[in-house]
């Protein structure tokens, strides 16, 4: 396995033509994206069930499994497992997913983001042995899970499941790599405990890595200018042994020749630039108010239909950046008819959902709070 290997083309986050609709996934640019990544020799593409609407699948389908041949790419895709109401569900899920793209086996499989309650829905679906039974029957080359909790209940998982399982999907970047709330070294080194593969997903935290104040991105660039930011994130992760994939969710194409750049001309990260890294993360960590990846996942859940990332997204900038003009955009927002922020009802359903262990609804209150109390007709 190379260095270069292991960059993976993550399809969460595909160019839409429709900021505001997942499913108007840009096709016309996502297969140029497409065309120059492969020329380029990766060859790793991530989607599961439910991103872009369910339709980020097809996008592939078009992409990718229609115009190039199926032994040139590998597509990783994920059981919806929120989903999940019976043993029968395993298979209809599958066999709509192999539909959706086009394809009769799948190079690798997960059940999508393993936690508290969906472990207990996957189990009473006894959706691992049905992953063993697409492995043994070649539906699938790897199997796995994705998984967003602490490393607690990751070796309860492994203790029990390690042994039929190829690969864990971790959130892991170095902002998240000591956070107490996610554990991502823990994690790791469980993995490699257990001789588990780790994929990588969110190396970038959603964006919130590259989208940094004026002061740190001022620190990166004093401490190398000639290295994008972007690539000292995907750097750290892929330069730890048992990281076999990193995923790159890219909707332009400017973040998609910079990450080939990175893997082309792979540089490990040095004992220098890791110190610099676990200080920029503290800086970091002290100035974002929330740690939303953006997943989107808790907007789906909501019955309210609160565009939930998209008010943590103006929260924090406004706490990295007071003096912009972030108030305005968040009453801005209200106009477009969003659903305001304190239309939440506590009901909690959206906390399950949630990849980073957010307390929503109290962040939300948080949210109103802040906005309110800064916001005066004139500024
Ligand atoms: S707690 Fe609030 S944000 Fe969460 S699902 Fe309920 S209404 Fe939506
Ligand atoms: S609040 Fe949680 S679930 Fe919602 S977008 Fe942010 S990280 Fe994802």
């Known amino acids: 396995m190379t260095y270069k290997s292991k960059f993976g083309f993550g399809c969460m986050r595909l160019p839409q033509t429709d900021a505001n609709d ?18 380029k020799g990766f060859n790793y593409f991530d989607t599961s069930y439910a991103y872009h609407n369910g339709t980020s699948e097809d996008a592939i389908r078009k992409a990718v499994v229609e115009r190039y041949p199926r032994e040139s790419f590998q597509i990783c895709d994920k059981m ?5 109401t019976s043993e029968e569900d395993n298979e209809k899920y599958v066999n709509e997913m192999l539909e959706r793209l086009g394809i009769d086996y799948f190079d690798v499989f997960f059940i999508h983001n393993i936690n508290v309650p969906w472990l207990k829905l996957a ?37 029990k499941y390690g042994d039929v399982l190829d690969v864990v999907q971790l959130e892991l970047n170095y902002l998240d790599w000591e956070d107490p709330a996610i554990e991502a070294h823990k994690c790791y080194d469980l993995c490699v405990e257990h001789g588990i593969d780790v994929y990588v997903m969110e190396p970038l935290k959603g964006g919130v890595i590259v989208n940094l104040p004026e002061s740190i991105q001022n620190d990166f660039k004093e401490f ?14 892929a330069s730890l042994e048992n990281v076999k994939i990193v995923l790159s969710g890219m909707n ?16 490990v990260l040095s004992d220098e630039e890791n110190e610099f890294l676990q200080k920029m ?40 950046q007071p003096e912009s003009n972030i108030y305005r955009l968040y009453f801005n927002k209200l106009g477009e008819e969003k659903v305001p922020a304190d ?32 916001f005066t007709p004139y500024g």
């Open 224 to 237: 190398n200018p000639d290295k994008s930011i972007a690539s000292f994130a995907l750097r750290f992760c």
């Open 22 to 39: 997942p499913t108007k996934i840009d096709q016309e640019l996502f297969n140029e994206m497409v065309d120059i990544y492969m020329e």
């Open 281 to 320: 993360a503290l800086k970091l960590n002290e100035i974002v108010a929330v740690p939303c990846s953006e997943c989107g996942y808790c907007i789906k859940a909501c019955p309210e239909m609160i565009p939930i990332p998209e008010y943590f997204n103006l929260y924090n900038t406004s706490k990295i």
């Open 123 to 159: 189990e009473k679906c006894n959706t691992f042995e049905y992953l063993k039974k697409m492995k043994e029957e070649g539906t699938a080359k790897k199997i796995g899970f994705s998984f967003h909790d602490n490393a607690k209940l990751l070796k309860e998982v492994l203790d």
């Open 80 to 84: 919806p497992t929120w989903a999940l």
């Open 252 to 267: 332009k194409m400017d973040d998609l020749i910079d990450n080939c750049n990175t893997f082309e001309n792979f540089e």
């Open 343 to 374: 239309e939440c009802t506590y009901c909690g359903t959206c906390l399950d959902h949630c990849t980073q262990q957010i307390d929503i609804p109290e962040e939300l209150e948080k949210v109103c709070e802040h906005f309110e109390e800064g």
